[in-house]
């Protein structure tokens, strides 16, 4: 085992984690259950705020960084979606609209 969990199990909790913050969640495109990656598109009230990936840390470990331009542009974010599931079509891809977006992202990513 790789120390991280199942990947539908992850997308659930993070869905989860949007609604306890006052926000919600949903899936854009489902990807493998257990091993597919995963894609979250940030955004606060609507507006892009980030692009967030689970990725493999040189420790081993995995964690979430931040990936992507961020544009509030719905082709630009659409299009970098699009590529990135050309590249892999068992990833997820979740979207979570939330209060203050900057947190979550420095939280989630341990960029902040």
């Given amino acids: 085992m790789d120390g991280r969990l199942a990947a539908g199990l992850e ?4 869905l989860r984690r949007a609604e306890t ?3 919600f969640g949903m899936v854009l495109h489902k990807g493998d259950d ?3 990656t995963i894609l979250i ?4 009230r609507g507006s892009h705020a980030a692009f967030l990936e689970r990725t493999l840390r040189p420790n081993g470990g995995y964690g979430w960084s ?3 331009r961020t544009s509030d542009e ?5 299009t970098f979606i699009a590529q990135r599931r050309r590249a892999d079509p068992d990833q997820w891809v979740i979207e979570l609209d939330i209060p ?3 947190r979550f992202i420095a939280e989630t990513s341990g960029e902040g």
């Avoid at 598109?41 to 606060?44: G, R």
């Fill in 66 to 68: 931040v990936v992507g």
């Fill in 11 to 14: 997308v659930t909790a993070l």
């Fill in 34 to 36: 257990q091993r597919g």
């Fill in 100 to 102: 203050d977006a900057e």
């Fill in 74 to 78: 719905p082709q630009k974010s659409a």
């Fill in 41 to 44: 598109a940030v955004l606060e």
């Fill in 21 to 23: 913050l006052g926000g």
